[in-house]
């Protein structure tokens, strides 16, 4: 309750503090759902900062299922095509080596879109138009004070753009602030991982890169020893930045990256004189590697940088935060149409915290440098194993035990935790992907082709089909393909049940003596209802 009536009080299912991309990714979702959220972010515009640069796969999948990726890559058409890293001596240099990045690699076989290479600025543009148009009121310029927690609501102090302040009551906070989170801080959440993995300067640069990068398609490059700056730039080949690392126990960050100092550096990285380009300024910043103990407390749900930090290699900080937001809005979807009941919540932390603490320790794995390594129980995977191949964990389901938190997403066969298998379906759905079958947040039981029990079993548990979909899988494929009932594990007579967020969580893979009583006993599994 406000306790000054002179304070206006607005009300909302879900709040979201955070308007990056993760937090932009999460108001899109839901809005899309029909779920109006209100979305808080401080900054009145999208950062100018070059940060996340490539989206693997099963993200533009997540936005493929809202109708945002094609705009994604319209923006990626429009500007030079960078898919290569490189070691160089300098970037106008020679190179040393080069190699095709991991997540421009072709994933035709295993999923419907392939990655997007496009810097994180535009995405955000792109995803927050989009949730604009959906009906999300995003309230850029407006700062987030403070927090109360009730048993069946919170109550977030704001002040608007103009210093008034307001405060919203809303059924669930969604914590999307960053890695210094300041919600995460005030509810005592600690950390656990490495909170500095080296300390690090960015110098900014203007220069005209466009000879020097002209026909190279590349995306990020590194100078070769002794110093190792790493080097970025945006699209437009005007813009970029210089990061090198510095010990601060031996030197004065402030002192030893004086303006001489800070134009040598950027002039032997770039391999240009000083004349060629500008020094725009620094920025130090601490390389970390950890993950939060904790993804929620009560109401309040944490996702993105407020709960994991990869070092950026293996790019995938961004598409953990948005996987997280896909995630969770697809079980707020579910419990405030009232198609589930709120333990659904419960299953968000302990998802998707495994899932961090993995993508945490193989982004540190590749900061080691340490590819041909098998460390015990810390192998390396490959990009796509971690990226699109990991498995949420099924605590109920026997089949569990023993099987990878992670591997090759085409070696997967419709286990229960992972992926939907993607393929492109021939007959009455021909040329949509698996994955297209999932709809408007329902829930999909996908049968074989002799699944037509499964099917009328699933009217009698839903006859409204107030939340399940329905579709029997073509007994053809293309050829060279697998037929999809295959792919799922579950052949001519099985079936499974998948969630909004592709993930299967559930499979028989025959008929059952009884498939109605099966059906509604997996249901009420997956969906928890208080009813």
């Not at 950026?312 to 598409?319: D, I, L, M, V």
């Not at 299953?347 to 899932?355: G, I, M, S």
Request: charged share 25%; net charge neutral; aromatic share 6%.
């Amino acid at each position: 309750m406000n306790m000054d009536s002179r304070i206006p009080t607005e009300r909302a299912a879900v709040l979201i503090v955070g308007g990056s991309i993760v937090g932009a990714s999460a108001a899109l979702f839901l809005a899309a759902r029909g779920i109006t959220p209100v979305l808080v972010e401080k900054h009145t515009a999208v950062s100018t900062r070059l940060r996340a640069k490539l989206f693997y796969p099963r993200t533009m999948e997540a936005y493929r299922s809202v109708g945002v990726d094609q705009d994604v890559y319209a923006v990626q058409h429009s500007v030079p095509p960078a898919d290569h890293a490189a070691v160089v001596t300098s970037l106008a240099g020679p190179e040393v080596r080069r190699w095709r990045l991991p997540a421009a690699e072709d994933f035709g076989d295993v999923s419907p879109c392939p990655s997007a290479l496009v810097k994180q600025a535009d995405v955000e543009e792109v995803v927050r138009a989009h949730a604009r148009a959906r009906g999300a009121d995003l309230r850029f310029g407006h700062r987030f004070l403070r927090l109360g927690r009730h048993e069946d609501h919170v109550v977030a102090h704001v002040l608007d753009a103009a210093g008034k302040p307001y405060t919203v009551q809303a059924d669930y906070l969604l914590a999307a602030d960053g890695n210094s989170s300041a919600i995460r801080e005030a509810l005592g959440i600690g950390r656990s991982g490495s909170a500095v993995v080296s300390h690090v300067m960015e110098i900014g640069f203007t220069a005209d890169l466009r000879e020097v990068l002209d026909g190279r398609r590349l995306a990020l490059a590194w100078t070769d020893a002794p110093e190792r700056a790493f080097l970025s730039w945006n699209t437009a080949h005007d813009r970029g930045t210089v990061s090198v690392t510095y010990d601060p126990a031996a030197v004065d960050p402030a002192i030893a990256f004086d303006t001489e100092r800070c134009r040598d550096v950027v002039s032997r990285a770039l391999g240009l004189p000083a004349s060629r380009f500008t020094v725009t300024g620094t920025r130090p910043w601490r390389m970390g590697g950890w993950v939060a103990d904790s993804y929620r407390a009560g109401r309040v749900f944490l996702l993105g940088d407020a709960v994991h930090v990869t070092p950026p290699t293996g790019g995938f900080g961004a598409n953990t935060g948005i996987q997280d937001a896909w995630n969770l809005t697809a079980k707020l979807v579910s419990v405030l149409r009232g198609d589930a009941g709120p333990r659904l919540l419960d299953d968000y932390e302990p998802e998707r915290h495994a899932v961090g603490a993995l993508t945490v320790e193989q982004a540190l794995l590749r900061l080691d440098n340490r590819a041909e390594a098998s460390a015990g129980s810390r192998p390396l995977l490959s990009e796509a194993a971690v990226a699109i191949g990991y498995r949420y964990r099924m605590s109920d389901v026997d089949a569990d035990r023993g099987l990878p938190q992670a591997d090759e997403p085409g070696r997967w066969r419709g286990e229960p935790g992972t992926r939907l298998p993607h393929t492109f379906l021939t007959g009455a759905y021909d040329g949509a992907s698996t994955l297209d079958l999932v709809r408007d947040g329902r829930h999909l039981l996908l049968a074989g082709p002799e699944g037509h029990h499964w099917a009328r079993a699933a009217r009698a548990v839903d006859p409204r089909g107030a939340f399940l979909d329905v579709a029997l899988l073509p007994r053809r494929a293309d050829a060279g393909t697998l037929p999809a009932a295959d792919l799922c594990g579950i052949g001519d007579h099985g079936a499974v049940l998948v969630r909004p967020d592709h993930v299967i969580a559930w499979r028989a893979t025959q008929a059952a003596p009884d498939t109605t009583t099966a059906l509604s006993e997996a249901t009420r599994r997956v969906l928890r209802p208080t009813r």
